[in-house]
């Protein structure tokens, strides 16, 4: 039997929600990550150093109890976001990083930016002081065809941020692109990307093709199969810029298989068997650790997680459980569509 030891994983990219959703879903990541990126877009939006350390206190207050772990907070990015507010909460260590959502390009985006040209004194403070811009990279020009979103997105939008903002780290969210990958890759510094569980598995003939299946619909969507396959190479190659960020976002059933259904795939239960399976797949196991507990690390300038996470290889295919029950509905786990041969063997 093939096992696998791990530094301790990292998700950098993480909806954990609010009330009995975060109480439902928090342990299915603490089980086998130590620190994930919170992300800010609840109702209303985390918006201040305040509401930072808040909803801080409501995730610690929601660990099951002797639960090591570390929520790393981020703001939601507004065109009203005082510079000062962000600057003090980054330099004590309350935030890692600033979220910015296009207006309207996701769930509870609409308090994002409209206006780029609105938000160029947070960006010139955040790139004086090293705080990373994590981005969620798509127009919302209804003229876009929503698979184009993200490649469109990277030339009209983040581009010239960066060109503007020397030294502004920033993190390309969730790349479903061979231009995404390729974006990341021209650049020298500062610039990284995550990738998710999901998009490793699934293109766009998942979500439509033989009925159209809302538990595969998330943002950015899923693209065509030569993107899923362009992520895969990045994700299992030896870069250090890609690193793991699951998008984990949980939604009741109810609201994803409705008339307009919410984006967003829960893979927190079964995220780390999912990507040794890919990984195994890929011939680079050995890369695996990289991607989920090093990389992502080093990216934000924090040492490495210190325990360990023992994976296993199995003869049989593993059966995860379909959905989390909560009190208020429950929530659809991400089905891979193919078996998986790896179990977390000791978290
Ligand atoms: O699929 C997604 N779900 N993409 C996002 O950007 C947001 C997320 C959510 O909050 O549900
Ligand atoms: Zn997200």
Redesign the pocket.
């Known amino acids: 039997m093939t096992k696998i030891t791990l530094t301790r994983p990292d998700d950098w990219h993480l909806?954990l929600r609010d009330g009995v959703m975060l109480k439902a879903v928090l342990p299915e990541t603490t089980r086998d990550f130590d620190r994930a990126l919170i992300?800010p877009?609840l109702v209303p939006p985390v918006v201040s150093a305040k509401d930072a350390a808040l909803y801080k206190r409501r995730i610690l207050d929601a660990l099951p109890s002797g639960t090591f772990f570390e929520p790393k907070m981020t703001l939601y990015l507004t065109e009203s976001t005082n510079a000062d507010d962000l600057s003090s909460a980054y330099k004590e260590g309350l935030i890692t990083a600033l979220k910015l959502y296009p207006a309207g390009?996701?769930?509870?985006s609409a308090s994002g930016v409209t206006n780029f040209d609105a938000i160029r004194p947070v960006l010139e403070k955040m790139a004086e002081i090293g705080c990373p811009l994590c981005v969620?990279g798509e127009v919302t020009d209804p003229s876009v065809d929503i698979f184009d979103r993200e490649a469109v997105f990277i030339e009209r939008v983040l581009d010239p941020i960066r060109q503007k903002t020397p030294g502004l780290k920033v993190v390309m969210e969730?790349i479903t692109t061979k231009e995404g990958v390729e974006y990341v890759k021209s650049v020298d510094a500062g610039l990284a990307a995550t990738i998710t569980t999901h998009h490793l598995f699934i293109n766009r003939n998942h979500i439509l093709a033989g009925g159209i299946r809302p538990h595969y619909y998330?943002?950015?969507v899923a693209k065509r199969e030569s993107h899923r396959l362009a992520l895969r190479e990045a994700a299992t190659g030896a870069d250090p810029r890609f690193f793991l960020g699951t998008?984990s976002?949980p939604?009741f059933d109810h609201l994803k298989e409705a008339a307009c259904g919410?984006?967003?795939?829960f893979t927190a239960t079964n995220t780390m068997p999912l990507l040794a399976q890919v990984f195994d797949e890929e011939g680079a196991l050995d890369k695996l650790e990289g991607f989920t507990s090093l990389n992502g690390a080093a990216f934000y300038g924090l040492a490495p997680n210190t325990g360990t996470l023992v994976l296993e290889k199995t003869n049989q295919p593993v059966k995860f459980p379909e959905a989390l029950a909560t009190p208020e509905g429950q929530v659809t786990i991400f089905d891979p569509a193919q078996p998986i041969f790896w179990r977390v063997f000791q978290s």
């Open positions: 909806h992300m877009n390009a996701t769930t509870n969620h969730h998330c943002l950015p998008d976002a939604h919410c984006a967003g795939c």
